[in-house]
């Protein structure tokens, strides 16, 4: 049998998976069962030493929990005598839910139904509009008008061919817009914003090959993402890495190309067909767990690139240049293991970073390993 904190935990859970759906009105299940309805004859009587005083719990718990709240009672019997079990409880409605809940529910609510309301004026007749509550209740009350501004101006009739730069919304940035596009999105009812493509990806990129260097060739370029872009030879090996002096400063490599990473993710690199066509294509990032979801990351575009110092055997060996804090002074810590798309070198690595066990370093920062290492290992063609 439940106890009144179990059911109020349940009534909890009910609250969070119901609310959007009460507020924007489906019907409110008032009651929960209370598990007493299997109490009966020899069960009754050997869990009674339990029973007994979960039962006068509920009677003075049901005696102030206010209005709009019944527990509803069953007769048992017990050794010939009947004892009264609380066999549900009611709660009358989502308000009476939250107040005896708490844990700023009754505010969450009363804002729920103010969105719900401006939704319903702005988008009457929406598909989903407890979801649209849903995917807004994180949303400070700016970032949620702005939201509504938005999709009904992408909802109306409006001029196409426009940058998420040029759409005429006040108070809105692009960097808003890229955050919040596909609730924008999803609340003005469209399959896409339609929106033209700002600035072109560009990729910086270092040539590394002797034969090109010594003839007089450039030793930096830019290959910017859609454009008709030819590099100057074709590689033979692309060094990805994530720290931009380490590619500006790599040194010579046959047939080689540095690429500089952003240090957040694949970016624009997949999207470059030369480096697609490259049979040899290695990641460098930062021994910690974010260099290695990025590794990972490249990996999930499709492009089968492999690392260079990014395993075990490679952190043993530079352990020295170690550190605990990043680059804003925060100390780092251990993070929750992901599914990524790693090799088991690389991931005995990541899993051990990852680790609130892990009594070494969390980050060994790609740019202190001597670039002559590097290049040595890159000439080699393995890690």
Not at 250 to 279: H, S, Y
Request: some cysteine; charged content about 25%.
């Amino acid at each position: 049998m439940k106890s009144p904190a179990d059911a109020l935990a349940d009534l909890g859970r009910r609250l969070e998976k119901t609310w959007s759906q009460v507020v924007t009105g489906a019907v409110w299940a008032p009651e929960i069962a209370l598990g007493s309805s299997g109490l009966t004859g020899r069960r009754l009587a050997d869990a009674w030493e339990d029973i007994h005083p979960l039962r006068s719990e509920w009677m003075g718990w049901a005696a102030t929990a206010g209005e709009g709240v019944e527990v509803v009672w069953r007769d048992a019997t017990l050794y010939g005598s009947g004892q009264p079990l609380p066999a549900t409880l009611r709660v009358a409605d989502v308000d009476t839910a939250a107040r005896l809940l708490q844990d700023g529910w009754p505010d969450r609510l009363d804002e729920a139904r103010t969105r719900a309301a401006r939704l319903a004026a702005d988008f009457p007749g929406h598909a989903d509009p407890a979801g649209m509550l849903r995917a807004t209740r994180e949303l400070p009350a700016v970032d949620f008008d702005l939201v509504v501004r938005a999709a009904r101006w992408f909802a109306d009739p409006h001029p196409a061919g426009l940058t998420a730069r040029q759409v005429p919304v006040e108070g809105m940035g692009t960097k808003w817009l890229d955050r919040r596009a596909s609730v924008v999105r999803r609340l003005a009812g469209l399959e896409s914003l339609d929106l033209e493509p700002g600035r072109p990806s560009r990729v910086h990129l270092t040539y590394l090959d002797p034969d090109h260097l010594d003839s007089g060739g450039r030793r930096h370029d830019v290959a910017t993402v859609g454009d008709v872009h030819t590099v100057a030879y074709r590689p033979s090996v692309v060094l990805i890495s994530e720290n931009r002096d380490t590619a500006q400063q790599f040194p010579r490599v046959a047939g080689g190309i540095a690429i500089e990473g952003d240090g957040n993710g694949p970016g624009a690199v997949p999207q470059l067909p030369w480096v697609r066509a490259c049979p040899d294509v290695v990641y460098w990032g930062d021994m910690d767990v974010k260099g290695l979801e990025i590794l990972a990351a490249f990996r999930g575009t499709g492009l089968r690139a492999r690392s260079m110092f990014m395993d075990l055997t490679s952190y043993r060996r530079w352990e020295r240049f170690g550190v605990d804090h990043d680059h804003d002074g925060a100390r780092l810590g251990p993070r929750p293991v992901r599914e990524v798309d790693l090799e088991p070198g690389e991931r005995e690595l990541y899993e051990a970073l990852c680790s609130p066990d892990w009594t070494g370093h969390r980050r060994i920062e790609q740019e202190r390993i001597p670039l002559a290492d590097a290049a040595a290992v890159l000439r080699l063609g393995r890690a």
